[in-house]
């Protein structure tokens, strides 16, 4: 494959953003199989955003010939309060996270934080040289990549977060650095410091958020960017929230809940499940409605869809039956995977 093909391959959607197109076109003329990270904390279920959106990128840059390695952070699982610091309940879910990814990713690399750090001389010593070049408030700024702020009330481990963040990308030797939009914080720290440092400074790709299906936050006190990821999906707000241990009533059900207002393409949470999820190396999309409200309707491209719904030529109920079919199509190799492996799945139980 050529460099401009893998370009084309690392950037598509859902990747909202790459830093840049040119560090990553040189980063490919000298090295045709780069590094790539993605940190994953350890937490709830994972879902069509967290499993299912971000692997669809991952397998992008598989096949891109490069080489993924997924790290399953556990440390900083422990230092976020996840399972309430319990270290057992959190090995459980990191051999529940590596098996999910294993299967959906065939030849990522899965990375466990413990073991990093435990075979990593230097790591401890990097993070201290780090952090003495980031400033408390500057460090601070960074603390929404766990979901924090300065106004909540932080224990200190937690500002060790962003820092050692950023340290694993040199231990890992990542030459791309890639996670949702919410992490951008954290990676042009990064690319800051690194040269400070005399680090090799990485690419950074940032994917797009997909959202919850309730209404979209809208508030005059938030960026844009701050807003997206307020909205995300997440699995804190379960009943917004499609997991891939879901049935496929559940999906039904959770799909006729959602917010999808008559002819509103912007901020329709359940347009962009169509876009990113269901259009997905899909090459039709078929809407099954009775012939006295229209007959039914095929689609080869997301774009015709959004245009049919933006003419309220398509009633939200009978999008929102299409998108629970073709979600729920998705999922069953995965739900049927995990059948097997439901001893994984207990420690949820008591999270519910």
């Known amino acids: 494959m050529d460099i401009e093909s893998k370009i084309d391959l690392v950037s598509k959607p859902p990747i909202e953003e790459v830093v840049t197109v040119q560090n990553l076109r040189e980063l490919l003329e000298t090295d045709a199989h780069p ?4 940190g994953l904390e350890i937490s709830g279920l994972l879902h069509l955003g967290s499993l299912m959106l971000t692997g669809f990128k991952i397998n992008d840059f598989i096949k891109a010939g490069i080489n993924c390695k997924i790290f399953l952070a556990d440390w900083h699982s422990y230092i976020n309060n996840k ?3 319990d270290w057992d309940k959190i090995k ?3 051999n529940y996270y590596a098996e999910a990814f294993k299967f959906f990713c065939p030849g990522v690399n899965i990375i466990m934080g413990s073991d990093l750090y435990a075979d990593s001389k230097n790591y401890w010593e990097n993070l201290v040289r ?4 980031v400033t408390l408030s500057r460090n601070t700024r960074c603390l929404t990549i766990m979901g924090r702020s300065e106004k909540d009330h932080l224990h200190f481990a937690q500002y060790l977060y962003p820092p050692m963040q950023a340290v694993d990308i040199e231990a890992l030797d990542a030459s791309i650095v890639h996670a949702g939009m919410d992490q951008r914080k954290v990676h042009m720290l990064a690319r800051e410091v690194f040269p400070k440092m005399g680090w090799k400074v990485p690419v950074a790709v940032h994917h797009h958020l997909l959202p919850g299906l309730s209404e979209p936050v809208n508030s005059m006190f938030q960026s844009t960017d701050d807003a997206k990821v307020s909205s ?3 699995k804190s707000k379960p009943w917004t929230c499609v997991f891939i241990h879901d049935s496929e009533k559940e999906i039904h059900d959770k799909l006729k809940k959602a917010w999808c207002p008559e002819g509103q393409v912007e901020n329709n ?15 039709e999309f078929k809407v099954d409605r009775p012939k006295k409200f229209g007959g039914p309707l095929s ?3 997301y774009q015709q869809l959004e245009t049919i719904y933006l003419e309220k030529k ?3 109920a009978d999008l929102k039956s299409a998108v629970a079919d073709s979600v729920n199509q998705k999922i069953q190799p995965i739900r049927e995977f995990f059948e097997s492996k439901t001893h994984l799945l207990k420690i949820y139980e008591s999270e519910e």
């Not at 590094?35 to 993605?38: D, G, L, P, T």
């Not at 780090?130 to 070049?133: N, V």
């Not at 949470?269 to 090459?283: G, Q, W």
Request: glycine content about 0%.
């Open 130 to 133: 780090f952090s003495k070049h």
């Open 269 to 283: 949470p359940v347009l962009e499940m169509a876009k990113y999820i269901s259009f997905h190396e899909t090459k």
């Open 83 to 85: 399972f309430d610091s």
């Open 299 to 301: 689609f080869t491209e």
């Open 314 to 316: 398509l009633h939200p």
């Open 92 to 94: 459980i879910a990191l």
């Open 35 to 38: 590094s790539h990270y993605i």
């Open 232 to 234: 995300k999906m997440s």
